[in-house]
């Protein structure tokens, strides 16, 4: 093992063992020392343009880098990716998988969103300790066309400094057609509507230009806008990057999302008191859902890893046997996507008359091709399994082919095998699921089982058994053992009821519940491949491919000009496998009839 992985591993065992919570306060000289020897992040993003109307589509792609070796990073697997207004506000926040340093999503703008000056945001959890200087920041506009506001635009000077005003398509010329390494290439610099166009993608430097890589094709902007951030002009600010966390001892640092997305909190009592060494069950709740258990700080501050994919927005957290002295639980969660600090320097827009025309015919073109959004769909990658029990087959009993018992302890007397109910020493009512290849005769095990309902894990059994079992759908039952925040289970009893009556109607003096931003959905985006006579082609964007792997001397792709007339720039970004940045454009011409 080299001694960078040595490193890295070494730092998430340190993680791992002193976290409980989003953010914890290093101790020791120790383990500064040790922290600094993991590496501090940094982010580029290429986006599909930077001017934008309602009903149009962003799409960006990351590189989460080791700002050490300028190698992709292998530590965080989740970015962030948000939008923000003059004032700070955020607009929009993504949430995206990192796989081996690389992400990529997209947003739909929608027609309520104010005209204005934005500021695209990303970074990781681990980033936060840099700063802001550490983030990722590009320029935006978008202009709504439906509002009668337009203030913003039209006296751009006022309270602010202005930005240079340089076309995107100026500053899109920047960086050539050709480096030594790669070079970009189309079959002939000027097309008909609906011609097919060949790409070619050529390296000169055999493995010196591999890599990995982003790729758009969309038409040049006709308005003034801010510039791209280039991959090349990116890698020039390379020295004003931290390479460690700047944090001392007694400071705070916020822990890498290195295993998967952080849930994270902190429960004190109705006088503000914190609730240390408690236990707290974590459910997410739903068809693939998942269960937590984490122990509180000296704080009360709790944290775990979601290492499973999860769609659902709402969670629930509960504390476990909390004592008669607690009659009630608060819960602060932490956001590790709260964006802190203050933007400034936005790119100032100026509307002008001259412009009407062009806002009106793009507004035009992207009302038609929103009509015929189904039939020139993006496709979804399901390439992580959700599956709750792991490939495990239940044994699954669908109580709508059993008479119905009015409560759930008469359902499991009468009808689910291996599954019985006994009380404890205390005289509490416990389930007790049968051990796989258990002899006949032996009816209970030394640990009870895990129980679900809903996917929302239930500690008290006692009060489940009343429940009533008409608005039970299905009741499944495993035998292997599990475990769960260090305690023993034989089994799991899995109850989903009607219409999620359970899940819906959850409450808890000891418990709350929390909103979860799920990652966005990997996909395949849509490229026209063939003319279609009867659907109307008004495309701005011909081609979007968010992560390209070039591993040889040559990469073709194919794809058709819309009906939209005017000049193309085809961009390449993205860095070699040795970590050079690459930036590349041409452009080509779709001709009017």
């Excluded at 500021?119 to 550490?134: D, E, F």
């Amino acid at each position: 093992m080299n001694t960078y992985l040595k490193n890295i591993s070494l730092c998430l065992t340190l993680f791992t063992s002193l976290i409980l919570s989003a953010q914890v306060r290093i101790s020791s000289e120790q383990e500064l020392a040790l922290l600094r020897e993991t590496p501090m992040e940094a982010i580029y993003m290429h986006t599909s343009g930077n001017v934008f109307m309602p009903g149009e589509y962003l799409y960006y792609s990351t590189y989460c880098f080791n700002t050490q070796t300028y190698k992709l990073s292998e530590l965080s697997e989740v970015a962030y990716v948000q939008l923000l207004n003059e004032d700070n506000a955020v607009m929009f926040t993504k949430k995206i998988d990192v796989e081996d340093g690389r992400g990529y999503g997209d947003y739909f703008f929608p027609t309520d969103m104010p005209s204005g000056n934005y500021k695209l945001v990303a970074y990781t959890h681990w980033m936060k300790n840099a700063g802001i200087s550490q983030y990722f920041l590009s320029d935006l506009t978008f202009i709504n066309p439906y509002r009668a506001d337009q203030n913003v635009f039209l006296n751009p000077g006022d309270n602010r400094e202005r930005t240079n005003v340089e076309s995107s398509e100026v500053t899109a010329r920047d960086s050539g057609t050709g480096s030594r390494d790669l070079g970009l290439e189309v079959d002939k610099p000027s097309y008909a509507m609906g011609e097919a166009v060949t790409l070619r993608i050529k390296n000169f430097r055999g493995a010196r230009g591999y890599g990995t890589y982003s790729l758009s094709v969309r038409k040049t902007d006709e308005l003034p806008g801010p510039g791209p951030v280039t991959a090349e002009k990116y890698g020039n600010a390379y020295a004003g990057l931290l390479k460690r966390i700047p944090q001392g001892v007694n400071d705070i640092l916020a822990v890498p999302e290195q295993r998967g997305e952080l849930i994270s909190g902190r429960i004190s009592s109705p006088a503000g008191e914190a609730l240390p060494d408690r236990t707290i069950a974590v459910s997410l709740p739903g068809s693939d859902f998942q269960v937590k258990k984490v122990r509180t700080d000296e704080e009360g501050k709790f944290y775990t890893y979601l290492t499973r994919a999860y769609n659902e927005r709402t969670g629930m957290a509960e504390v476990l046997s909390p004592g008669l002295e607690e009659a009630d639980v608060q819960f602060e969660w932490y956001s590790p996507y709260k964006f802190e600090g203050e933007l400034s320097d936005f790119f100032q827009f100026e509307l002008k008359r001259d412009m009407a025309e062009v806002i009106r015919n793009r507004s035009i073109h992207n009302q038609i091709e929103n009509n015929y959004f189904e039939v020139k769909p993006d496709t979804l990658i399901f390439n992580r399994t959700s599956d709750p029990f792991e490939g495990e087959l239940p044994q699954v009993y669908e109580l709508e082919d059993y008479t119905r018992f009015k409560t759930l302890r008469e359902t499991i007397i009468e009808y689910i095998e291996y599954v019985w109910i006994k009380k404890d020493d205390d005289g509490t009512d416990t389930f007790y699921v049968r051990e796989p290849m258990s002899r006949e005769g032996t009816y209970y095990t030394t640990d009870p089982p895990l129980v679900v309902v809903d996917g929302i894990l239930v500690p008290n059994h006692k009060a489940l058994l009343g429940y009533d079992a008409r608005k039970i759908k299905t009741i499944k039952v495993l035998r292997n053992k599990y475990q769960l925040g260090g305690q023993n289970y034989q089994g799991l009893v899995a109850i989903e009821t009607i219409d999620n009556a359970y899940l819906e109607n959850w409450d808890s003096a000891y418990g709350s519940r929390f909103s979860f931003l799920p990652t966005s959905p990997r996909k395949n985006y849509f490229r026209q491949a063939t003319p279609s006579e009867n659907i109307p082609d008004f495309r701005y964007q011909l081609l979007w491919e968010p992560t390209l792997a070039l591993n040889g001397v040559a990469q073709t792709y194919s794809f058709l000009t819309s009906s939209v007339p005017g000049t193309y720039e085809v961009r390449l970004e993205g860095f070699t496998t040795f970590g050079k940045p690459i930036s590349l454009h041409t452009t080509f011409v779709v001709a009017s009839e």
